[in-house]
């Protein structure tokens, strides 16, 4: 028997953030989580991540480098910490989150970690939906909305989702497209899909069981937002 999301008071969930060391999904190398429960921000989490190896390509967005995680955890050693922050959430919340869905669902497979069965909500669509912003990049939502932001660090990147569905929700309450995207997640989710995505920056933000088909080559252009 699906699950439904029914309406009721300010949702409870967890915003997430990843950096990655380069192109391929599962090398995450930092991760931030933000836990709203009742409508109000409860934790805050920041981790280091040790990838499966050491090519970094994206340290000039985030700072990372391999010698400030070579000798952090890897992403299955670091998991018990990550269930315990995503346990008894209605939803998973990022920015462009085709991109962190994405990430957790690589790092999931490459541990051989049953990824978690919660579904996405992008605040890339939130925010052009409750303020019909554009572009709709987080630097720029951030300004709009007032909030501050320290740009590709996880843990301010995850708190700015969290403060946008906040915002978004005082604002609208939590709008019948929400409630459509989240009960059509829970419809699905007792059919066990899995979700083919042709590289991972266009994998969908309705399953959190996706199979990375090809992924993007350094030299295109990085699809964090």
């Given amino acids: 028997m699906g699950k439904s999301f ?3 008071g300010p949702p409870n969930f967890v915003a997430i953030d990843f950096e990655t060391a380069n192109d391929e999904p599962e090398t995450a190398c930092a991760v931030g989580l933000v836990r709203v429960e ?3 921000i409860v934790s805050r989490q920041h981790y280091y991540i040790r990838p499966p190896y050491c090519n970094f390509f994206f340290s000039y ?5 391999w010698k400030d995680v070579k000798t952090k955890p890897s992403f299955a050693g670091l998991w018990p910490s990550l269930r315990k922050a995503l346990s008894g959430v209605e939803f998973l919340a990022a920015h462009n989150a085709h991109f962190d869905q994405a990430v957790l669902s690589a790092c999931c497979q490459t541990a051989k970690i049953e990824p978690p069965d919660l579904p996405f909500l992008c605040t890339i669509q939130l925010a052009r939906r409750a303020w019909n912003i554009y572009p709709t990049n987080l630097l720029n939502v951030c300004r709009h909305l007032g909030f501050e932001l320290n740009h590709h660090e996880a843990l301010s990147d995850a708190e700015a989702c969290a403060r946008i569905v906040l915002a978004a929700y005082k604002k609208n309450g939590l709008g019948s497209w929400m409630h459509r995207r989240l ?3 829970y419809r699905r989710s007792c059919q066990k899909q899995t979700i083919v995505a042709d590289t991972y920056t266009d994998a969908v933000t309705v399953n959190a069981r996706i199979v990375i088909k090809s992924r993007l080559r350094p030299e295109r252009k990085y699809q964090k937002q």
């Fill in 183 to 185: 009960n059509r997640f």
């Fill in 61 to 65: 967005l985030h700072g990372i480098s």
């Fill in 6 to 8: 029914r309406k009721r």
């Fill in 38 to 40: 009742k409508g109000r």
